[in-house]
Structure formats: C-alpha cells, structure tokens
C-alpha cells in the first residue's frame, strides 16, 4: 500500500454542519488557513436534520434562562448578518384549552427576565391572523421567531471561508491521530469513494463533529459525556401558517409548527438513542406528533404528509432522570488539557440559532494558543450572498424560470419548478470546487426531489440531463437514481397514508416494474438499498 499524502495547514476541523462551517469563515476572517473535513456532506447531521427554527430563546423561558438568552442574542445577529437564509415571520405561542394556566400567566415574565419581547395578543385576532388555529386557543404570545434555511446558511458560510483561502474536503472520515506527547501532530482521513488515505498536518484541531463529537474525542484519546435525543418531524403538502406556531407549554412533544417555505414542518420528539447513526422516523412517531400538534392547528388531523426524517441531537452531559429535555441546549467547549491533549479542542451541544456563537467561541480558543489577535468579525460582518446557493431557497427556482427563456429551459421537477439551468448552475459550482458532483449532492443543494412526488420523476430527468449535458458518465445513471430514490422512499415510509401512499404506490410501480429496484422499508437494514446517508437529501426546512 503506498504511503498517504500529506497536507499541512494551521487549523483542522472536524464535520461540515452549520458551527464547523462557520468555524471555518470565522477563521479564514482572521487570516488563519484551515482545512474542513466531513465525513459525509455539509449539513450531514443535526444541521440539516431540523424544524429550521432561528430562536426567539422563548421556548427555553421557564427552565435554561442562558439558552434562551443565547437564542434571543444570536438570533438577532443572524437576521442582521444572514438575511438572505432567513424569512422573518415571527411567532405565536398558543395555549388551549386544558393548557397550563399558571404557565400562561407566568409566560411574559419569563420572557422579560430573559430580554425576549413577549406580547399579548387577542385570540380573536390570533385566529383572524392564523386561520389554521384551534377554536379552543385560550391565549396566544407574540416573539420574533423566525424561519431559517440551515442549507443555504452553511453553504454560503463555507463559500465564504473558500473565498478566503479555506479548503473543504467532502466524504473524508477521520480514521485516526498522531500523538506526540501532548501535540496532535497529524490526523488521518480516508475518502469515502476511494479509500485513499490523506495525512493531515494541522498546528490546531478542532472537533466540531456534532453527534459523533464523542467519537471523534474518543479516537484522540479524550472522554467527552453526551447524551443523544432523536428528534422526529413531518413535512406536509401545503403550508398552514404564516407564522412559527408553539404550544404555550414546557416543551414536550409535536408542540411547533414551522412555516418551511411553501410547507409545514412539524415536530418534534425527543427519544434517547444509544448512537446517532442510522435513525429513521417510525409511524407511531407520527402518529402522536399529528394527534399532539392538531390540538393547536386541527387541519393537521386530515392534511396530506409527504415525508418525515429524524436527526440526533448532541446534548452534553447526562439525562440523569431519563428525559433527554432535561439536558441543557446550551453549548460546551472543550480545551481537552485534562486529557493531555494542548492543540485539540471539541465544541459541541447548542443550537442552530447558536452555531456562530459557538464558533466565535472556539475560534477565539485556537487564535490564542496561535498567537493570532485578530478579532471575530461575524457579529457584524454581512455573510456575502453566493448565487449558487440560492436554489435551496423554496420559490426561487421558480422565479428565476420564469424570467427565463422557458423553451429553451425546460423544467426537470414540476412539483418544485426546478430548471434545467438551476441543476447545471449547482453542478457547475461543485466542479469550481474540484467535486465529482452526485444526484444526492444535486438534491442537497437544490429543491429537487423536495415535492409531493418524493423524486419519482425528477430523478430520471436530471440524471438523464447530467448524461446528456456533462460529464455525468451514463453508467452511473441508475445507481445514482436508485441512491436517491432509495433515500426519498425511506422518508415516506411512517406517512403512507392517503394521497401520499397512492404516490408511493406510482413512485414503486415506476420505479421497481420498470427499472427493477427494490425499495425498503425504514428499518429493515437487511432489505435497505445501499443509499446516502439520512441527512443527504437535504430533509431539513424543507
């Protein structure tokens, strides 16, 4: 076996979600040089497996004053900073009827201890503003809760670090570290597609690896306590409310209701899992997040759902009474100096409202063992919009087609009004960046496969345009369609029900008569396709 190559640069860091992202433009701010290596894709974990919720820090009110105090902070900046991933809606806090009153009374002054503007609003008005609200509201709070794109915001976030200098290396598991003493002195990290190993020479490194912080830690001989929280949320046809709808209660189960572009995102559970891979949502998880939620907006009871997807919360620290909520959303970083270790450090836990925060945190850690002075600049800094990372943005695609030439740009996804244009603009900004572009990484950043039809169409169309129009080898072509036709099936799986089943029934005909696959059921890892990983696809507010 030939020796690996070697790459040298001042900062490594570990997992490509929204903090490790943004980890990496804090840097390349300060003129650090860093490399970013995921494992999978960006957004791969809880960062794309989310309501896309940015925080008013109002849920957090009566029980993590800091965590809600950190929401309301962070999420001012990002909508400064940000605008462009986010749609500011607002929110409602809804109580009905059998809610706890005292909690209601007691909400606007956990709401003013933590800074966060709370207003009452008359529940005749609420339902006059929010049709879909329950006729059994007794009480309704107004916050400045908004809805956020976590794709679009790390995609621009990482194009920003690549302007700078920064590097990204998909598909990259870290397989080990070389210790000397008490200095990391390399880590190693295998391609996922070849399996060719790259030494990686790095003064600081920075695990930032979300749910699998803990493994990352362990495999440099460090010990970090985390407790893992699967979180399971539906997606439905139409959107329901203008505004973020929560039940006006401790958090619990199914108590938001995310407006997500053109649909609802609603969830969500909290389950405690042993490991954070390979979790899928369950039918009986949809069922009490349909029965809970439709307390506050009944037309959930009888709405189409296209899909469901689940993701781990990272959460530091035990759930000693066995309730994963009781464990602070508030974020840890770890300088690892009780573990002998002086350059390698672990941010992890917090939020996606949070993840800037976190990173400024982190980074300011690292400039200081570097000697480094500059300040951070992203509480301030406007994020650079980048035209390739818009088409993640529900409505965009099709307004761009229809200020285009339409014969001459055909329509690949109807349901999404995804062009043809759209799809080559996203694969012609991953070969910019030196990537052999997939199906799967075209769905991530695109709103392909996002519709009522799960990519039953589209992912012919597209990956017969990949053929036709780039270097998209033909014998690729159905493998790629069956990986992500296998992945758009598993996110069907706990909503067939209705009009959605009768899709699935259409998408199974066509795929499976015609092309022979075999589509299997969420769970069953001995039937499963050999598809991408759960967050790929991109399920997260959208």
């Avoid at 985390?226 to 505004?243: D, E, F, N, P, Q």
Wanted: net charge negative.
């Amino acid at each position: 076996m030939s020796s690996p190559s070697t790459l040298a640069t001042q900062v490594l860091i570990i997992g490509g979600g929204v903090t490790g992202t943004a980890l990496a433009r804090d840097l390349a701010l300060r003129g650090v040089d860093c490399v970013l290596v995921e494992k999978d894709d960006v957004n791969a974990g809880a960062s794309g497996r989310n309501h896309g919720l940015l925080h008013s820090g109002a849920r957090y009110v009566a029980h993590d004053r800091d965590a809600a105090t950190e929401c309301r902070v962070e999420g001012a900046i990002l909508k400064r900073t940000a605008a462009q991933a986010i749609q500011d809606t607002g929110g409602y806090f809804v109580a009905v009827q059998g809610d706890d009153e005292r909690y209601v009374a007691d909400f606007p002054s956990y709401c003013e201890a933590s800074g966060i503007h709370a207003r009452a609003v008359d529940v005749a008005t609420a339902r006059a503003m929010e049709p879909a609200l329950s006729d059994r509201t007794i009480a309704v709070f107004e916050v400045p809760d908004a809805s956020i794109d976590p794709f679009r915001l790390s995609l621009e976030t990482l194009a920003h670090a690549r302007s700078l200098g920064g590097r990204l290396m998909r598909r990259a598991r870290v397989v080990a570290f070389e210790r000397a003493g008490r200095r990391i002195v390399a880590v190693r990290v295998r391609s996922q597609g070849t399996g060719e190993e790259t030494r990686i020479e790095a003064a600081q490194v920075v695990n930032a690896a979300g749910a699998w912080a803990r493994d990352v830690a362990a495999l440099a001989g460090a010990a970090i306590g985390m407790t893992y929280s699967k979180g399971t949320l539906l997606v439905t046809h139409a959107r329901l409310a203008g505004r973020v709808v929560n039940r006006l209660r401790p958090p619990g189960n199914a108590d938001i209701v995310m407006p997500g572009g053109t649909v609802s995102i609603v969830g969500t559970t909290s389950t405690a899992v042993a490991a954070p891979d390979d979790v899928f949502p369950t039918p009986a998880e949809a069922d009490l997040i349909v029965d809970e939620a439709a307390h506050m907006l009944p037309a959930l009871a009888t709405t189409r759902f296209i899909r469901a997807y689940a993701g781990v919360r990272p959460l530091v620290g035990a759930a000693t009474s066995g309730d994963a909520r009781a464990v602070s959303r508030g974020f840890a970083l770890f300088d690892h100096a009780a573990d002998g270790l002086d350059n390698f450090a672990t941010i992890t836990g917090g939020k996606l409202t949070t993840c800037r925060l976190m990173a400024e945190r982190a980074a300011d850690l690292v400039c200081g063992r570097l000697g480094v002075t500059r300040a951070c600049a992203t509480a301030t800094l406007p994020l650079p919009v980048a035209a390739e990372c818009a088409w993640t943005e529900p409505g965009h695609a099709p307004r761009a087609w229809l200020g285009a030439p339409q014969l001459a740009d055909p329509l690949l996804c109807e349901c999404e009004m995804v062009s043809a244009s759209a799809v080559d603009a996203v694969w012609e900004a991953l070969r910019a960046g030196g990537d052999t572009p997939t199906l799967t990484d075209i769905g991530l950043r695109s709103r392909v496969g996002k519709g009522a039809c799960q990519g039953s169409f589209c992912s012919l169309r597209v990956a017969a345009h990949l053929c036709r129009h780039h270097d998209f080898p033909a014998s690729r072509g159905l493998a790629e369609v069956r990986a992500f036709i296998g992945e758009r099936w598993r996110s069907q799986c706990a909503v067939l029900w209705g009009e959605q089943l009768a899709q699935a029934e259409l998408t199974e005909a066509l795929h499976c008569g015609l092309f022979g696959e075999e589509l299997a059921a969420a769970g069953d890892p001995d039937a499963r396709p050999p598809v991408a990983s759960p967050a790929a696809m991109g399920e997260g507010a959208k």
